[in-house]
């Protein structure tokens, strides 16, 4: 079945330590996003990628970074984690922009902050 | 500023009816979507709009009205796996989803 491959589901860091979170999608798809959701909280543009066009929302903060090295594969790197930082991170894709393009989402990386 | 609004919590009883409204102040509009959201789980979506009217899919419909900025969700005949939460986004004029915060429905038997 095609779909959106998040890894790790969970994953654990230190305070500071970075860490990478990955997104790989079957579905061909030329828009890759990364959202980040805290609890009760609508889920937060961090970046989008067009194909290979990269598109940083202007609040997202310089600690986070991403890589789309392919049209299947996405990367979310946090260089240096706070407690704030703590959420579900979101992978989600679509097949083009605008219009009736739903986003397809990940199962999602629930990152920890110790 | 952009902004979404739909009730934080709603209780309904199985097999009941229930209404879920969000209203939205955007800069442009091409289309609403509804997403479910069961707790801990990545959003699945339900349904788009784009023109005015009513929307049906089985049990879920969905309505949009452009002129009062206004969409609700009507979910019938009620079964517990519908407790979930239910985020109504729109897509602003650069083809951005905003979000709303997503009203969280809890089902009684």
């Known amino acids: 079945d095609a779909m959106v491959i998040q890894n790790p589901r969970y994953q654990v860091t230190q305070f500071g330590k970075p860490v990478t979170l990955s997104c790989s999608q079957t579905?061909?798809?030329?828009?890759m996003y990364w959202y980040q959701q805290k609890s009760s909280q609508a889920p937060k543009l961090l970046f989008h990628?067009?194909?290979?066009?990269?598109?940083n929302e202007a609040d997202t903060p310089d600690n986070f970074q991403s890589r789309r090295p392919n049209t299947s594969f996405c990367f979310l790197d946090i260089r240096s984690p706070g407690l704030g930082d703590a959420a579900m991170y979101l992978c989600?894709?679509?097949?083009?922009?605008?219009?009736?393009?739903?986003?397809?989402f990940g199962p999602g990386t629930r990152l920890t902050v110790l | 500023g952009q902004n979404i609004d739909q009730p934080t919590e709603m209780t309904a009883t199985e097999g009941a009816i229930v209404q879920i409204n969000c209203t939205y102040q955007?800069?442009?509009?091409?289309?609403l979507f509804w997403y479910q959201q069961h707790a801990g789980e990545a959003p699945t979506f339900l349904s788009y709009?784009?023109l005015d009217g009513l929307e049906e899919k089985g049990r879920f419909s969905s309505f949009l009205s452009r002129s009062k900025g206004y969409s609700y969700l009507l979910l019938k005949e009620l079964q517990m796996k519908d407790s979930a939460s239910y985020l109504c986004?729109?897509?602003?004029?650069?083809?951005?989803?905003?979000w709303g915060a997503g009203t969280k429905l809890i089902i009684k038997p």
């Open positions: 989600a894709t679509s097949r083009d922009r605008g219009g009736a393009n739903e986003q397809f």
């Open positions: 579905l061909n798809h030329n828009v």
């Open positions: 990628y067009y194909d290979k066009d990269f598109n």
């Open positions: 955007t800069s442009g509009f091409n289309g």
């Open positions: 709009n784009v």
């Open positions: 986004a729109v897509m602003d004029s650069n083809y951005q989803l905003i």
